[in-house]
């Protein structure tokens, strides 16, 4: 299975706004956090000066405590709504004040492993720099506790922004937003796609609380209504961990080592606390309620990505997933078919991502699931095929959804069509 290579590469050219690479035309005019990091691996598939310029330009945004913010407002546009304006941080690249999963070293690793051209190494030593920061930032910031897991204060931090996973946190919140809500993203494609008003809602309510607050993290951390434990998130850092700390035997301290090996140990043993035997799948936990969510979604696959669970719950996740396919032919719904709150076109409520297929098939050949993890792809590289290179993907008909010509959608296309048996180098 293959897709039109010029076609995706066609994508991120047009896509291209000099050195960034905006998701899509109008309905996302900036750049994203963790879009980029996916956006760089599929550069590097044919343009490896385009994948360096895609992991510098993201760090432009990097703020002095670490925090890679996830937007980064490179240029002015009337397309998207929460601007700058709202979001009223004090960067001198106008950012947003909170972050995105952190896929940053694992591109970085990514990249940096193919790359041919004779500045590599300096690029890549710059640029450890700034993932070293950003998982420091994490560690301070989001666990302050030091519980070993990492806690979202934002359902957009975790990046799958309407996931069933925050329905409850996100009720209970009383806050109303001071600023008005002036949508743009349901002027470009049909509402029935994206997330509701009442979510929206939310969404800026809280940005008007941390705003408010000055984007202090240990303020916000306080004062937070909305703190949750989310599988991908922690998963996704896991990973990057262990890419951080390839790349830091080359440019890094025996303390930062150190440092990296500490925090995976004591992340790995936490994780231990959201699985759910009964459902076969990791789930977040609440810290206002210290109860884990029952909402399993795909983010409860990911750890698979970062070889956290043993043989016997991989075999118990490919189960689960299984059990999803029969209700939902095209893998991975991103809530279980299962669920009630299951919606096939809602964006984060059903629909096929193809980073998150990139990332589960990656999970299950680390376990030696090969069938199942060369099902997944074959079938995400079918999706883009006959529905397009789209935002995602309806899991009960194929239908493409959401923004077209999709920036991330087409690097996965590359990566995949790339490495068939492994999408990730040196793993
Ligand atoms: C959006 O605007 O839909 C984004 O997902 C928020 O980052």
């Not at 008005?180 to 940005?207: K, N, Q, T």
């Not at 299950?364 to 099902?375: K, Q, T």
């Given at each position: 299975?293959?897709?039109?290579?010029?076609?995706?590469?066609?994508?991120?050219?047009?896509?291209?706004?000099?050195?960034?690479?905006?998701?899509?035309?109008?309905?996302?005019?900036?750049?994203?956090?963790?879009?980029?990091?996916?956006?760089?691996?599929?550069?590097?598939?044919?343009?490896?000066?385009?994948?360096?310029?895609?992991?510098?330009?993201?760090?432009?945004?990097?703020?002095?405590?670490?925090?890679?913010?996830?937007?980064?407002?490179?240029?002015?546009?009337?397309?998207?709504?929460?601007?700058?304006?709202?979001?009223?941080?004090?960067?001198?690249?106008?950012?947003?004040?909170?972050?995105?999963?952190?896929?940053f070293a694992t591109a970085l690793r990514?990249?940096?492993?193919?790359?041919?051209?004779?500045?590599?190494?300096?690029?890549?030593?710059?640029?450890?720099?700034?993932?070293?920061?950003?998982?420091?930032?994490?560690?301070?910031?989001?666990?302050?506790?030091?519980?070993?897991?990492?806690?979202?204060?934002?359902?957009?931090?975790?990046?799958?922004?309407?996931?069933?996973?925050?329905?409850?946190?996100?009720?209970?919140?009383?806050?109303?937003?001071?600023?008005?809500?002036?949508?743009?993203?349901?002027?470009?494609?049909?509402?029935?796609?994206?997330?509701?008003?009442?979510?929206?809602?939310?969404?800026?309510?809280?940005?008007?609380?941390?705003?408010?607050?000055?984007?202090?993290?240990?303020?916000?951390?306080?004062?937070?209504?909305?703190?949750?434990?989310?599988?991908?998130?922690?998963?996704?850092?896991?990973?990057?961990?262990?890419?951080?700390?390839?790349?830091?035997?080359?440019?890094?301290?025996?303390?930062?080592?150190?440092?990296?090996?500490?925090?995976?140990?004591?992340?790995?043993?936490?994780?231990?606390?959201?699985?759910?035997?009964?459902?076969?799948?990791?789930?977040?936990?609440?810290?206002?309620?210290?109860?884990?969510?029952?909402?399993?979604?795909?983010?409860?696959?990911?750890?698979?990505?970062?070889?956290?669970?043993?043989?016997?719950?991989?075999?118990?996740?490919?189960?689960?997933?299984?059990?999803?396919?029969?209700?939902?032919?095209?893998?991975?719904?991103?809530?279980?078919?299962?669920?009630?709150?299951?919606?096939?076109?809602?964006?984060?409520?059903?629909?096929?991502?193809?980073?998150?297929?990139?990332?589960?098939?990656?999970?299950?050949?680390?376990?030696?699931?090969?069938?199942?993890?060369?099902?997944?792809?074959?079938?995400?590289?079918?999706?883009?095929?006959?529905?397009?290179?789209?935002?995602?993907?309806?899991?009960?008909?194929?239908?493409?959804?959401?923004?077209?010509?999709?920036?991330?959608?087409a690097a996965i296309g590359l990566l995949m069509?790339?490495?068939?048996?492994?999408?990730?180098?040196?793993?």
């Amino acid at each position: 299975m293959t897709i039109d290579i010029e076609a995706a590469r066609a994508i991120l050219r047009a896509n291209d706004r000099g050195g960034y690479t905006v998701p899509t035309d109008r309905l996302y005019p900036f750049q994203w956090n963790w879009d980029s990091a996916f956006v760089a691996m599929g550069w590097a598939t044919f343009d490896e000066e385009r994948a360096w310029r895609e992991l510098e330009r993201l760090v432009e945004g990097q703020w002095n405590d670490g925090m890679v913010p996830h937007i980064v407002f490179h240029a002015p546009s009337d397309d998207y709504f929460p601007g700058p304006d709202v979001w009223r941080t004090r960067h001198s690249v106008p950012t947003s004040g909170i972050t995105q999963p952190p896929v940053f070293a694992t591109a970085l690793r990514h990249v940096f492993e193919i790359a041919r051209g004779p500045d590599a190494q300096a690029r890549a030593a710059r640029l450890y720099k700034c993932a070293l920061a950003s998982h420091d930032w994490w560690d301070r910031a989001r666990d302050p506790e030091g519980t070993g897991l990492v806690a979202i204060l934002h359902p957009w931090e975790s990046g799958m922004d309407n996931s069933p996973a925050w329905d409850e946190a996100m009720a209970r919140l009383t806050l109303q937003p001071t600023t008005p809500i002036r949508r743009r993203d349901i002027s470009h494609i049909g509402a029935e796609m994206r997330p509701r008003d009442e979510d929206y809602r939310r969404f800026i309510a809280l940005v008007d609380l941390y705003a408010g607050l000055g984007w202090e993290p240990a303020a916000m951390w306080r004062a937070s209504p909305f703190k949750l434990v989310d599988v991908a998130t922690n998963a996704i850092l896991h990973k990057a961990d262990e890419d951080l700390l390839v790349l830091a035997e080359k440019f890094g301290s025996d303390a930062e080592r150190r440092r990296i090996e500490a925090r995976m140990a004591r992340r790995a043993a936490a994780f231990a606390g959201l699985w759910n035997q009964d459902r076969r799948i990791y789930q977040a936990r609440d810290l206002g309620t210290g109860t884990v969510v029952s909402a399993s979604t795909s983010a409860g696959l990911l750890p698979l990505f970062a070889g956290i669970p043993g043989a016997r719950q991989a075999d118990e996740l490919a189960a689960e997933l299984e059990s999803w396919l029969a209700r939902a032919p095209y893998p991975v719904p991103s809530t279980s078919p299962l669920d009630p709150r299951f919606e096939p076109k809602r964006y984060w409520r059903g629909p096929v991502w193809a980073v998150v297929n990139f990332m589960i098939a990656e999970g299950f050949a680390r376990y030696g699931h090969m069938a199942l993890a060369a099902r997944i792809r074959t079938a995400t590289l079918a999706l883009m095929r006959d529905g397009g290179i789209a935002e995602y993907f309806d899991p009960t008909s194929g239908e493409g959804l959401g923004g077209g010509q999709f920036s991330w959608t087409a690097a996965i296309g590359l990566l995949m069509t790339d490495q068939p048996t492994r999408g990730q180098r040196g793993l």
